[in-house]
């Protein structure tokens, strides 16, 4: 190994712009706060537009490398993301062991980090002979304390975790109703399910040097000072978030390329007063089935409020892992919208499809609330601009966070589980009325705290026993 110049991390993200936005920040942080170089990897099939163009905003510290293309064709067609994620990341292995030992030989390779579906890369890194290994995890605490504990929960919850008539406890986490813990946890039969517990085996199994979250103290205290503790049989838990897109702009009608004249939605935005517009975005590979679509148009007009949202074609029009690896709308989606939606509310709201870029739009000073899945990046870069949320959780394991953030830290109102447009109208006024002491109010005033104590606590990302 070069024992000369910079120290140099190498970086490997799975696949979906959950994983990808996270970890390019993380490398551009140990770069520029560190002194340190980096390489992202990825895998091949991280090469949609919008990955492009987050992947094109590097800064020239931090170097990319796509591994080659493997062969998933004997997969299922409509295999789960979590069962994709596994399987391109273990037969990419050998790859990614040569790329290691070519780093070590031609930089000063100090550590290997990947996220959480990456974790049988951790081999690979230690054949490599890379000195330290780490998970970044870009999911809450409360997901991670799921992780450590899914071993013993597997054994002591006899039957389908949705069927649990008491929520599931974990030390310093708000109680999970079992029908909001992980959606590839609710069938023991499927592949899903057995991926995530080959994951939270080999995490128990000390094999990484640590679990950097991307979360941060403020908004999951209990659970942070709990996992903080050193425990035996499990690596050390650094909270290190929130960790957010800062330099990329994805802007642009479809967020297709950098370097783009500012995004029309932006320009709309600028013409609305201070506050009183709900973004609503389902993340990166979100959709609704159409008759949910449906009551959302109908539920915002409804509102009386004004909104901005990403829209893409229904997801009982194709599969969800389509979308999860490419945002693009498969189809025009304004199609699906209800007749004459568009005119009615042309004074008040704004439909882009496909994509926005969401950290501006959550930063400008017209936006005052957001209707979200949930996502985790999502939810952070809420906090961090001190946005409200409405919670409409669909699939991973954003129900968690749902609770999470409804129940324990106050930063969102949930919709019910019957989603009709009455319910979303509700949700959305009380949300963005803000006037006296209503649910809106005290939601935002919460959010606002957390805001601050996030400013106040900002960490450095390498934990400090490392220097
Ligand atoms: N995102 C965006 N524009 C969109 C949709 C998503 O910039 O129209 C970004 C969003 O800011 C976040 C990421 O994509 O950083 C989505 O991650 P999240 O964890 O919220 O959800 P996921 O896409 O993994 O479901």
Redesign the pocket.
């Known amino acids: 190994m070069t024992t000369s110049g910079p120290p140099h991390v190498a970086l490997l993200a799975t696949p979906?712009?959950?994983?990808l936005?996270?970890l390019v920040e993380l490398a551009r942080r140990v770069a520029s706060r560190h002194g340190a170089t980096a390489t992202l990897l990825t895998f091949a099939s991280t090469a949609s537009a919008?990955q492009r163009a987050v992947l094109a905003s590097l800064p020239p510290t931090v170097s990319h490398r796509p591994l080659p293309p493997v062969d998933l064709s004997d997969l299922p067609r409509g295999a789960a993301i979590e069962t994709l994620m596994h399987e391109e990341c273990a037969r990419s292995l050998p790859a990614l062991e040569d790329i290691l030992a070519d780093l070590r030989r031609t930089t000063r390779l100090v550590a290997f980090v990947t996220d959480m579906f990456g974790v049988d890369s951790l081999d690979a890194a230690r054949d490599a002979g890379v000195e330290r290994r780490c998970l970044f995890m870009?999911v809450s605490l409360h997901s991670v304390s799921l992780i450590l504990h899914l071993p013993e929960l597997v054994l002591s919850v006899p039957g389908e975790f949705r069927d649990l008539e008491e929520p599931v406890r974990l030390p310093g986490c708000v109680p999970i109703p079992g029908a909001d813990i992980i959606s590839p946890l609710q069938d023991r039969s499927s592949p899903a399910y057995g991926s995530i517990v080959h994951i939270a085996a080999r995490f128990r199994k000390n094999e990484a040097d640590a679990l950097l979250v991307n979360s941060f103290d403020a908004v999951e205290p209990d659970a942070a000072a709990v996992l903080r503790q050193t425990t035996p049989g499990r690596p050390p838990v650094f909270p290190i978030g929130p960790l957010?897109?800062t330099a990329a702009k994805?802007s642009g009608a479809n967020?297709t390329t950098p370097h783009q004249p500012r995004a029309a939605c932006l320009e709309w935005l600028d013409r609305q007063p201070a506050r009183s517009v709900i973004f609503v975005?389902?993340?990166?590979?979100?959709a609704l089935p159409a008759e949910q679509m449906r009551e959302l148009a109908l539920g915002l007009e409804l509102s009386g409020q004004r909104f901005l949202w990403?829209v893409r074609s229904p997801s009982d029009e194709g599969s969800l892992s389509e979308n999860?690896y490419d945002?693009a709308s498969k189809k025009d989606p304004f199609a699906y919208l209800p007749e004459g939606f568009v005119e009615r509310t042309k004074d008040v709201g704004l439909v882009v499809p496909?994509?926005?870029?969401?950290?501006e739009v959550?930063g400008h000073d017209a936006t005052g609330g957001f209707l979200?899945?949930?996502?985790?990046?999502?939810?952070l870069?809420s906090l961090v601009h001190g946005v409200p949320m409405v919670a409409w959780p669909?699939?991973?394991e954003?129900r968690m966070n749902a609770v999470m953030l409804a129940e324990g830290v106050g930063a969102a109102i949930r919709l019910p589980e019957v989603k009709d447009r009455e319910a979303i109208a509700v949700a959305v006024r009380e949300l963005m009325v803000m006037a006296g002491e209503g649910k809106g109010a005290v939601v935002r005033a919460k959010v606002v705290e957390l805001q601050k104590a996030r400013q106040r606590d900002s960490v450095k990302v390498v934990p400090r026993q490392w220097h």
């Open positions: 979906g712009m959950g994983h936005i996270p919008t870009t957010i897109l994805t967020g975005s389902f993340g990166s590979g979100g990403v999860y945002a496909s994509w926005a870029p969401q950290t959550l979200t899945h949930c996502g985790w990046n999502s939810t870069e669909l699939f991973a954003q």
